[in-house]
């Protein structure tokens, strides 16, 4: 149990373009998920949180505007990267916490790799 | 500000023998510390974690890991090392401050060899 899903996991877009990535908790409902960004060789940088009706909470440095999160339902969260642009090309990773379960424990989907051109 | 450090970016072992991954942190109060697994093209996947209690954990494919106080580290081991076990290991601490926030290492890539 307790897993992620991600979709696409690649996408190539021209510059200008925006581009949409869906985060599922496919068995389990999630109160909270996260959203991550991966440079090569390079930790996890975390981007924002996404409570299921609210408002993301992003990081500091992170643009909410080019940055959109749309966490409709509980099994669901969306990242949009907005005008796309070659420095956002980066392996985006989502996480959820599970509803009723210790705060602490995420579960990581597979990642999308954004190639932009 | 708490912190996770991994000295190594690159560990080689050859299959069969033990494997240390080095992790040393900074927090403020008791920390919560994780260990996550990455393979190529893939999200994380927990290995373990240290909440309180023993000071060896165990965790899922063999791996354990040893949380010492007084040097403040959290090395992951495991006794046997298989070629299966390559791939980018991330330490991680629970935010003191914000109890759902992880911060993690720079990662360190280990390479066990036939």
């Known amino acids: 149990g307790a897993v992620v899903s991600q979709h696409p996991s690649w996408v190539i877009c021209k510059s200008g373009t925006s581009v949409k990535i869906e985060c599922r908790s496919l068995d389990f409902q999630a109160t909270t998920m996260f959203w991550y960004r991966q440079f090569p060789k390079q930790s996890l940088m975390l981007m924002a949180t996404?409570?299921?009706?609210?408002?993301?909470?992003?990081e500091q440095g992170v643009e909410k505007d080019k940055f959109l999160i749309n966490h409709a339902s509980l099994t669901l969260s969306t990242l949009t990267v907005t005008s796309a642009h070659p420095e956002d090309s980066s392996f985006y990773i989502c996480?959820?916490?599970?509803?009723?379960?210790?705060?602490?424990?995420?579960?990581f989907g597979p990642g999308t790799r954004l190639l932009v051109l | 500000a708490q912190s996770v450090a991994q000295p190594e970016d690159q560990v080689n072992v050859a299959e069969g023998n033990p494997l240390t991954v080095k992790c040393t942190y900074s927090v403020s109060g008791n920390p919560y510390l994780f260990w996550y697994v990455q393979y190529p093209n893939r999200g994380l996947q927990f290995l373990l974690k240290y909440i309180t209690g023993d000071n060896l954990v165990k965790g899922s494919y063999g791996f354990e890991a040893e949380f010492n106080k007084s040097q403040t580290s959290f090395h992951l081991k495991k006794p046997s090392a298989l070629v299966s076990d390559s791939a980018l290991y991330f330490c991680?601490?629970?935010?003191?401050?914000?109890?759902?926030?992880?911060?993690f290492g720079t990662g360190t890539r280990l390479q066990v060899f036939p």
């Open positions: 996480s959820a916490i599970r509803l009723l379960s210790p705060q602490e424990t995420q579960y």
């Open positions: 996404s409570n299921e009706g609210s408002k993301a909470t992003y």
């Open positions: 991680a601490v629970r935010d003191v401050e914000r109890t759902d926030k992880l911060i």
